[in-house]
């Protein structure tokens, strides 16, 4: 599931509503139920899951969903079921119960199939006729409001896996031979009087090598291999990774950064920046950004204790705002918020 607190957009029907989930994602969903939150009249929440299987019961994921949203405060709720009819209704009807069992009024139930959106909850031919609506979000004043603000919805959630997608080719080769090179130089680092380690010159290196890295993405430059291979390997100390996790916040700059340095290290080093650029995505709510950042990082080491601390605060829907000035951290590994003590992360 990949939810985000959305931006402000003016949604007064249905279309609209439609035209406005692909920028509340961030990409056009597909074989997915969406659920968009209201407190009052404004949208403050989305989220999507995939439809279930057909052989799967839909009522345990639908309750994940509702429990999801209702964590958000929120007091009503629209759901959209996106794909053929015979998989988008069940999923549709199951979190349209878990929603009532929650608490939250249902607004409307909608789906989208080929081109067309069908209403579960309105009758009327001459709104919502048996053949349903012709659907185009490309044509709407939500889009043109959406792209004027600088939003960006993407074809598809495969577009958005792409963007932290390893390289390849070339760039694959050299990054590795980057990365040899780091390894050699650590070494030398590490072992400078016969043999004996000395981890504070390698935490000294790493927060050194942190600053210059959001200087150099500050002023708008791109690190070389040299630079990322270093600094992807300095990472796995987990001083250096805390260095990191308490300068990086929601900014473009600190989603770039993350997203660059992911793509190009080598896969047995990305937790580290897989879990910042997770975090830097959901502080700036992009929920579905966080959470193919945290499938790139847990398919590669399932069991780093950052990466299963965000993705956890991803499922359970925690808006970034409930835990402000998080974190801060103290000894190595030790994550606390000014609000209350964190488990410690590693």
């Given at each position: 599931?990949?939810?985000?607190?959305?931006?402000?957009?003016?949604?007064?029907?249905?279309?609209?509503?439609l035209?406005?989930?692909?920028?509340?994602?961030?990409?056009?969903?597909?074989?997915?139920?969406?659920?968009?939150?209201?407190?009052?009249?404004?949208?403050?929440?989305?989220?999507?899951?995939?439809?279930?299987?057909?052989?799967?019961?839909?009522?345990?994921?639908?309750?994940?969903?509702?429990?999801?949203?209702?964590?958000?405060?929120?007091?009503?709720?629209?759901?959209?079921?996106?794909?053929?009819?015979?998989?988008?209704?069940?999923?549709?009807?199951?979190?349209?119960?878990?929603?009532g069992?929650?608490?939250?009024?249902?607004?409307?139930?909608?789906?989208?199939?080929?081109?067309?959106?069908?209403?579960?909850?309105?009758?009327?031919?001459?709104?919502?006729?048996?053949?349903?609506?012709?659907?185009?979000?490309?044509?709407?004043?939500?889009?043109?409001?959406a792209?004027?603000a600088?939003?960006?919805?993407?074809?598809?959630?495969?577009?958005?896996?792409?963007?932290?997608?390893?390289?390849?080719?070339?760039?694959?080769?050299?990054?590795?031979?980057?990365?040899?090179?780091?390894?050699?130089?650590?070494?030398?680092?590490?072992?400078?009087?016969?043999?004996?380690?000395?981890?504070?010159?390698?935490?000294?290196?790493?927060?050194?090598?942190?600053?210059?890295?959001?200087?150099?993405?500050?002023?708008?430059?791109?690190?070389?291999?040299?630079?990322?291979?270093?600094?992807?390997?300095?990472?796995?100390?987990?001083?250096?990774?805390?260095?990191?996790?308490?300068?990086?916040?929601?900014?473009?700059?600190?989603?770039?950064?993350?997203?660059?340095?992911?793509?190009?290290?080598?896969?047995?080093?990305?937790?580290?920046?897989?879990?910042?650029?997770?975090?830097?995505?959901?502080?700036?709510?992009?929920?579905a950004?966080?959470?193919?950042?945290?499938?790139?990082?847990?398919?590669?080491?399932?069991?780093?204790?950052?990466?299963?601390?965000?993705?956890?605060?991803?499922?359970?829907?925690?808006?970034?705002?409930?835990?402000d000035g998080?974190?801060?951290?103290?000894?190595?590994?030790?994550?606390r918020?000014?609000?209350?003590?964190?488990?410690?992360?590693?």
């Open positions: 599931m990949a939810s985000t607190e959305p931006p402000r957009l003016a949604v007064r029907s249905p279309a609209d509503l035209a406005a989930v692909p920028y509340l994602l961030g990409f056009h969903p597909a074989d997915s139920v969406v659920v968009v939150a209201m407190r009052g009249r404004r949208v403050v929440f989305a989220a999507r899951a995939d439809l279930p299987a057909p052989a799967e019961d839909p009522v345990g994921p639908a309750r994940h969903l509702a429990n999801v949203v209702q964590r958000q405060r929120a007091d009503a709720a629209t759901v959209v079921g996106y794909g053929p009819v015979d998989r988008a209704t069940p999923a549709v009807d199951a979190v349209r119960g878990a929603l069992e929650a608490g939250l009024v249902l607004l409307d139930a909608l789906r989208v199939t080929d081109g067309r959106w069908w209403s579960y909850l309105c009758a009327e031919a001459g709104c919502c006729p048996p053949e349903g609506r012709p659907y185009n979000p490309g044509t709407s004043e939500i889009s043109a409001s792209v004027y600088g939003q960006v919805a993407l074809p598809d959630r495969g577009a958005l896996v792409a963007q932290v997608a390893p390289v390849d080719g070339p760039a694959r080769v050299a990054m590795r031979r980057a990365t040899e090179v780091a390894e050699q130089r650590l070494a030398r680092l590490l072992a400078p009087t016969g043999g004996l380690l000395d981890e504070g010159r390698a935490g000294t290196a790493g927060v050194a090598a942190v600053r210059e890295a959001m200087r150099r993405q500050r002023r708008g430059e791109r690190l070389s291999d040299d630079e990322v291979a270093w600094l992807s390997l300095l990472l796995t100390r987990i001083q250096v990774r805390d260095h990191a996790w308490e300068r990086t916040d929601g900014r473009d700059r600190d989603i770039a950064l993350w997203t660059d340095v992911l793509r190009r290290a080598e896969p047995d080093l990305i937790a580290a920046p897989a879990s910042l650029l997770a975090f830097a995505a959901w502080r700036a709510g992009q929920g950004l966080a959470a193919v950042a945290l499938e790139r990082a847990l398919a590669e080491h399932p069991d780093y204790s950052l990466a299963l601390l965000l993705d956890d605060l991803l499922r359970r829907g925690v808006p970034p705002s409930e835990l998080w974190p801060l951290v103290g000894p190595p590994g030790v994550v918020s000014r609000k209350r003590r964190r488990r410690p992360a590693r």
